[in-house]
């Protein structure tokens, strides 16, 4: 999710290996066991960003056994047995994360994103809530967008415009936001909003094939041909390859 140099690697593995062991500068101090739990939390996170979940779990397992109440630890743990498919016990970890964090923001929210990538909505909202709602947490709009994601993914479309305008309302530029309200437009045939909505995203994020082809279809509905062609146009030569060019034929074909 992050760009690491080449280096990176090797970098975070000495820095971790000086926590644990205390030993830059000269020191041969043995760690703490808070200091080993840590070392062992940021290792397993290092190979979670590496696309590594097997060596994570080895280390997050590790600074659990050190540290059973390392709220971070069983948090990360759950991610690695997710990218597993170890449903269960990603599960239980993000379970006894927010027991033991109740306050942490980022762990409410990232427990909230796994029970709505199980069409589990009900269960997620109050933890997407809970980190929004958090004062420390330095990213409220995203809790708020994916709470609308989550909500309108599971049908619930009054719950999902509530969610992406309070996300709007902290930030007037979050894409994700944007694009959910763009949507939610779109579906509805609102097509003035629509394209207010898609004109606000552009601003904020590179347009993709399926905002072109949307941009096509609500110029033509509002009988704007010349900013449809313009729309096709920026299509056809941004992305050539793309399966949206077979839709916008078919739109083309039949009128719209």
Known sequence: MEAVGTNWRSMFALAAACVLLAACGGSNRVASPTEAAQANLN???????????????????????????????????A????????????????????????????????????????????????????????????????????AGTCALTAGDVENAEKYFRDALARNPEFPDALAGLLDLSYREQNYLQARAFLQRLLEVRPATPSVLLMCFDIERALGDRAAADRCARRLREEFPRAPEIAELEQLEANGR
Request: net charge positive.
């Open 79 to 146: 991610l690695a047995y997710d990218q597993l498919g170890n449903v269960n016990e990603a599960e239980e970890h993000h379970s006894r994360a927010v027991r033991l964090a109740p306050s942490d923001p980022t762990i409410a929210n990232s427990y909230a994103v796994f029970l709505c990538r199980r069409n589990r909505w009900k269960d997620a909202e109050p933890y997407f809530v809970r980190a929004a709602s958090n004062p420390s947490y330095p990213t409220p709009a995203a809790a708020l967008a994916n």
């Open 43 to 77: 290792l397993g996170i290092g190979y979670l960003r590496q696309g590594r979940p097997e060596l994570a779990v080895e280390n997050l397992q590790r600074a659990i056994r050190i540290d059973p109440r390392l709220a971070a630890a069983h948090s990360a743990l």
